[in-house]
């Protein structure tokens, strides 16, 4: 009985050591700030296509920064306060974009596309800033992203995050850290412009 006892306590432990090892490889694998940001193709409700590598392209493309807030239907509230939040500060900065993109994943079976766009397409004209429908939820998965939890990432020029967390209310606190990494990123940018500028001067 002891023997078969001890059996059963070293299997026990060979599986809680297992799950440790498993969840410290998940937590390192996990992207985090300085990590390359994982490029995706996306569409808006009008199936206009977006893709990141395009916007943060050093010489076509239209952004230095590019904010995501992911997120499921439930923190729409907390969407729209960022969402309006960030025009305020930045609405008249052509290089800095801000997405929306809902995380679509679970949706019930008789919720259609075609409802999806509709509904999304009055939004997008409601709010100052691009929705992009990620149906199954596989680009929200790449950023891991916690599902039904507002997630603010910040990509800077290099198509790097400069910035991710699950964030809470549109306060002073909140928005001071966010401007401090908006800011180097744009200083970063505007910098290896310069650079460039004086390399294409040099050769000429």
């Known amino acids: 009985m002891r023997y078969l006892t001890a059996i059963l ?51 076509e493309g239209t952004a230095k920064v590019v904010f995501l807030l992911i997120g499921t239907r439930k923190v729409q509230k907390m969407g729209d306060e960022w969402t309006f939040g960030l025009e305020e500060i930045y609405g008249k900065k052509e290089d800095i974009k801000v997405f929306l993109m809902g995380d679509l994943r679970g949706l019930p079976f008789f919720v259609t596309k075609g409802m999806v766009k509709w509904g999304a397409k009055g939004e997008n004209e409601r709010l100052p800033a691009t929705i992009l429908l990620d149906w199954k939820g596989k680009v929200s998965k790449k950023y891991d992203t916690e599902k039904d939890k507002p997630n603010l990432i910040i990509i800077d020029s290099d198509m790097k995050i400069a910035y991710k967390k699950v964030v809470d209310n549109f306060t002073k606190e909140a928005v001071k850290e966010v401007v401090e990494v908006v800011e180097k990123a744009l200083k970063k940018a505007d910098a290896e412009d310069s650079e460039a500028k004086e390399n294409i001067e040099q050769k000429e």
């Open 9 to 59: 306590l070293a299997i026990m432990l060979m599986f809680s050591l297992q799950s440790l090892a498993d969840d410290e490889k998940k937590e390192e694998n996990k992207l985090k700030v300085g990590d390359p940001a994982p490029n995706f193709i996306l569409k808006d409700p009008l199936d206009k296509e977006y893709e990141l590598k395009k916007i943060l392209d050093k010489e």
